[in-house]
């Protein structure tokens, strides 16, 4: 747990006829505004650990719940990068973030990249990006993979009508090198609703989760590097050894998706975080924080 002045404050806002929620830590108007976003199947809490470093540091942080997860309105209808990044420009728009730093984890980096490419100038263009372990691998590029091969690999578990003790303890179990404390454990049971008879289900549904999914496949990363204009921040997770040989294969795709990156934006700074799981928020909030505010205040 992190000692902060700032206190955490939920609230929502009316968006494109969506009730979105969000969280916020900070003074809102004073310092560099940082929107946070979380990456699929999550919500705005994965930043809890984070957010209240960056907070004591003069940033002004905004965590929305993105649309059809978390505690944010869950409507029918496309769930497309286009969709996500009118969110986004309506939430900047209505908050009056000025040029913000846009960090994003997972899924969350892929929209902080397509925002970016999309509005590159303008007062609502962000003035850098940083992307958490995401955004950087072309899924529809990757050598002798189909889309029947990625849907398969990134089908989500069915969770629903799980017991809520069997669930946690299957999060109480190490994750890599990695154990989970009591408050990563809650934040990790925020992406659930706890049912009346002590289920639990995911806030995301698994229809949302599957349309995000064919979306993702659809994205063309490497044309979106080429778009944008601001800095980038690069933080890719390198797992401790050993590791299987499925995610090895991952790794290697990885390395050389940012190789590519590289030369297509050789101003991009890259730097691997150690040792780590994918939830670097959750691992490495202080490792995290620190690169976070460096980038900030060389904006």
Same mark, same amino acid.
């Given at each position: 747990? !992190?000692?902060?002045q700032?206190?955490q404050?939920s609230s929502?806002?009316?968006?494109?006829d969506?009730? !979105?929620?969000?969280?916020? &830590?900070g003074?809102?108007g004073r /310092?560099?505004?940082?929107?946070?976003l979380?990456g699929? +199947?999550s919500?705005a809490?994965? &930043?809890?650990?984070?957010?209240?470093?960056l907070a004591?540091?003069?940033?002004?942080?905004?965590a929305?719940?993105?649309?059809s997860h978390g505690?944010?309105?869950?409507?029918v209808?496309?769930? /497309?990068? %286009?969709?996500? +990044?009118r969110d986004?420009l309506?939430l900047?728009? %209505?908050?009056d #973030?000025?040029?913000?730093?846009?960090? *994003?984890?997972?899924? /969350?980096?892929?929209?902080a990249?397509d925002?970016a490419?999309?509005f590159a100038?303008?007062?609502?263009?962000p003035?850098? $990006?940083?992307?958490?372990? /995401?955004?950087?691998?072309?899924l529809?590029?990757l050598?002798?993979v189909?889309?029947?091969e990625?849907?398969?690999?990134?089908?989500p578990?069915r969770?629903?009508g799980?017991?809520l003790?069997?669930?946690l303890?299957r999060i109480?179990r190490?994750?890599g090198n990695?154990q989970?404390?009591d408050?990563a454990?809650?934040i990790i049971? *925020?992406n659930?609703?706890?049912?009346?008879?002590?289920?639990?289900a995911?806030? #995301?549904r698994f229809e949302q989760?599957?349309?995000? !999914?064919r979306?993702?496949w659809e994205?063309? %990363?490497?044309?979106?590097?080429?778009q944008?204009?601001?800095?980038?921040?690069l933080?890719?997770?390198?797992?401790?050894?050993?590791?299987s040989?499925?995610d090895?294969?991952f790794?290697?795709?990885?390395e050389?998706?940012l190789?590519k990156?590289?030369? #297509?934006?050789?101003d991009?700074?890259?730097?691997?975080?150690?040792?780590?799981i994918h939830?670097?928020p #959750?691992?490495h909030?202080?490792?995290?924080a620190?690169? $976070?505010?460096?980038f900030?205040k060389?904006?």
């Open positions: 747990m !992190v000692d902060s700032y206190p404050i929502y806002l009316l968006l494109n969506l009730r !979105v929620h969000y969280l916020r &830590w003074e809102p /310092g560099q505004p940082v929107l946070l979380h699929l +199947a919500n809490r994965i &930043w809890e650990l984070t957010a209240p470093i004591e540091a003069g940033f002004d942080l905004i929305p719940d993105l649309r505690l944010t309105d869950k409507p209808g496309d769930l /497309g990068f %286009t969709t996500y +990044a986004l309506a900047i728009t %209505t908050l #973030l000025d040029h913000p730093l846009i960090v *994003g984890h997972s899924w /969350g980096a892929a929209l990249l925002y490419a999309r100038i303008g007062p609502r263009a003035a850098g $990006i940083v992307l958490v372990d /995401g955004g950087v691998i072309q529809n590029a050598p002798g189909t889309w029947e990625m849907q398969q690999r990134l089908t578990p969770l629903a799980t017991p003790e069997d669930f303890e109480n190490p994750w990695w989970p404390d408050q454990q809650q049971l *925020g659930f609703e706890i049912r009346e008879d002590e289920t639990i995911p806030r #995301l989760h599957m349309q995000i !999914v979306a993702m994205f063309s %990363t490497f044309e979106r590097f080429a944008i204009r601001c800095p980038a921040l933080l890719p997770a390198r797992p401790s050894p050993p590791v040989p499925q090895q294969d790794l290697s795709a990885k050389a998706s190789e990156i590289i030369k #297509l934006k050789p991009a700074h890259l730097e691997w975080i150690l040792d780590s939830d670097i #959750l691992q909030p202080h490792r995290l620190q690169l $976070i505010i460096q900030g060389n904006l």
